[in-house]
């Protein structure tokens, strides 16, 4: 049986179902962001030197979060609330769509930090958020990162990701995990991910070009043994981890290869970008 593979299709799942060996998918930008993960598996999601597999995203949103059901608050002292997210581990809560100013606790806290009205904290498993006075959970357009990771890429061979924002998501927004090789990522944002923006390992080989990572939990490149990693003309930013944690692999920075992570990365040419 024949497959028709030119049409339009509703998920990105679905176009990667039908796709082959050096296909392109080529997203819509709409209004909405695609609510999906996604994962490039295997010889059909890769391609040659001359013909990459691509997804180009035309500018569209890949996002993982999940509004915080109302009812799922329960009051813990005064103004703070917590409630218990389906998934451990990292986390990140929103607040009208964008991150919301978190507090570290400490490991060894009996008990959430100090927390100032619309602040957050992740302790035990748990979101804690402070309300404003007169004001419940149910108050707030809060949301929190529901899927796990954006990309998936897991032995794969000659791929580009273009132009495409990965947001939301509880653990990474890309993650090369075994033997992503030649992965090019042009263009791409990676914002708002409970654990990284990018995270590299198991002899994964990826570049990355022209892209921002920003507002990550835990670091916004994270790169793990085995790996190679050539950063050119990207943002690393601080603002909320640091830019890259080195916990093994080969980075290089342009050309000069580099050790034992960054604060941040800013090339010259793009300081103004911001996420």
């Not at 998920?11 to 997203?27: E, P, Q, R």
């Not at 608050?73 to 997210?85: D, K, M």
């Not at 990771?149 to 791929?159: A, Q, R, S, Y």
Request: glycine share 12%; hydrophobic share 35%; proline share 7%.
């Amino acid at each position: 049986n024949t497959v028709d593979r030119s049409g339009p299709v509703q998920t990105i799942a679905k176009a990667l179902w039908l796709a082959a060996s050096g296909d392109a998918i080529v997203l819509a930008k709409t209004d909405q962001p695609y609510r999906e993960s996604i994962s490039l598996v295997g010889s059909r999601h890769s391609g040659t030197a001359r013909q990459p597999f691509i997804i180009r995203g035309n500018g569209a949103i890949l996002d993982g979060s999940a509004p915080v059901p109302p009812g799922a608050w329960e009051n813990h002292e005064g103004p703070v609330f917590r409630f218990r997210p389906p998934q451990m581990g990292a986390q990140q809560l929103f607040l009208d769509d964008r991150p919301a100013t978190r507090v570290f606790a400490g490991r060894s806290a009996g008990g959430p930090p100090a927390l100032e009205p619309r602040q957050w904290c992740l302790l035990d498993g748990q979101i804690y958020f402070c309300v404003e006075l007169t004001k419940l959970p149910g108050d707030y357009k809060l949301s929190y990162a529901h899927d796990q990771t954006g990309i998936t890429l897991f032995h794969v061979d000659h791929v580009l990701i273009a132009d495409l924002t990965v947001q939301a998501f509880q653990l990474d927004g890309v993650s090369l995990q075994n033997s992503a090789r030649n992965v090019s990522l042009v263009g791409v944002t990676c914002r708002g991910n409970g654990r990284s923006g990018i995270a590299v390992g198991g002899a994964s080989l990826v570049n990355i070009d022209r892209s921002l990572l920003g507002n990550n939990g835990q670091a916004q490149l994270l790169t793990l043994p085995y790996s190679e990693t050539h950063v050119r003309d990207s943002h690393l930013l601080s603002n909320t981890a640091p830019g890259w944690v080195d916990q093994g692999g080969r980075v290089y920075l342009g050309d000069k290869r580099v050790e034992g992570g960054l604060d941040e990365f800013h090339p010259a040419a793009n300081s103004e970008k911001k996420p």
